[in-house]
């Protein structure tokens, strides 16, 4: 399996503040790369898709980039909705493996 | 706009089998896979497999001897059994549709629609 790892695997920002995470495949993965944003008690939402594609209706504060084995989730300026769980995966080879998540709270 | 929601017992005694439904709402199976997503106590996501409304399906090798899916078109959901289960099977369990997206030069399969999961505890 590919082994996908995030860092930080928690970050404590303020409202506004632009952050950054990152996630680092075992393997090249060229931009099969997907970012989502777990919130409890909802359903986790696609957030980022082919490492840099925003998805329909997900603000445009939202970015990313990379291939090969690194990328990056920017958020450019911290809202209030933002403070969740986020979540890379690889698409490249099955199974399409998670990175173990990275909890964004308010400072 | 296509909507998932999961159902379950809640609580499976160990060395039992699990079996849960994803009901689909406001949209058909279509021509997708569809994904079992599960998030173990303390831990982050992992991929259990996914199943297309022909029956091909793919699985997470750590599980793929306990697990099985199926889908029902006419009934518009789709289920996941998992069997012999134990404790490290507690957790939250997702199902996600998987679609094709196109981003830059490649076709992306990711998961853009996700039910809000259904809490599994195993305990005798």
């Known amino acids: 399996d590919i082994q996908m790892t995030q860092s930080p695997s928690s970050l404590s920002a303020s409202v506004g503040d632009r952050v950054t995470i990152t996630c680092r495949a075992s393997?090249?993965?060229?931009?099969?790369l997907n970012w989502y944003q777990r919130k409890p008690g909802k359903a986790p939402e696609l957030l980022i898709y082919?490492?840099?594609s925003l998805q329909s209706g997900v603000p445009s504060r939202f970015s990313g980039s990379g291939s090969g084995t690194d990328f990056i989730l920017t958020i450019s300026s911290l809202q209030p909705d933002d403070f969740a769980t986020y979540y890379c995966?690889?698409?490249?080879?099955?199974?399409?493996?998670f990175g173990q998540g990275t909890n964004l709270e308010i400072k | 706009q296509v909507q998932l929601q999961e159902s379950g017992p809640g609580v499976v005694k160990p060395s039992e089998t699990l079996s849960l439904t994803c009901i689909v709402s406001?949209?058909?199976?279509?021509?997708?896979?569809w994904t079992w997503i599960r998030q173990p106590a303390g831990k982050g996501l992992e991929w259990i497999g996914r199943?297309?409304?022909?029956?091909?399906?793919n699985f997470s090798p750590s599980l793929k001897t306990r697990v099985s899916m199926s889908v029902d078109t006419s009934k518009n959901h789709i289920s996941l059994k998992l069997t012999s289960v134990t404790a490290a099977d507690t957790g939250l369990y997702y199902c996600?549709?998987?679609?094709?997206?196109?981003?830059?030069?490649?076709?992306?399969?990711?998961?853009?629609?996700w039910g809000q999961g259904t809490m599994v505890t195993v305990s005798s």
């Open positions: 996600a549709r998987e679609e094709i997206l196109v981003g830059g030069y490649i076709r992306d399969e990711a998961l853009d629609t």
């Open positions: 406001g949209g058909s199976i279509g021509n997708n896979y």
């Open positions: 199943i297309h409304r022909f029956g091909s399906t």
């Open positions: 393997q090249s993965i060229s931009t099969y």
């Open positions: 082919a490492a840099s």
């Open positions: 995966q690889q698409s490249h080879t099955l199974p399409y493996t």
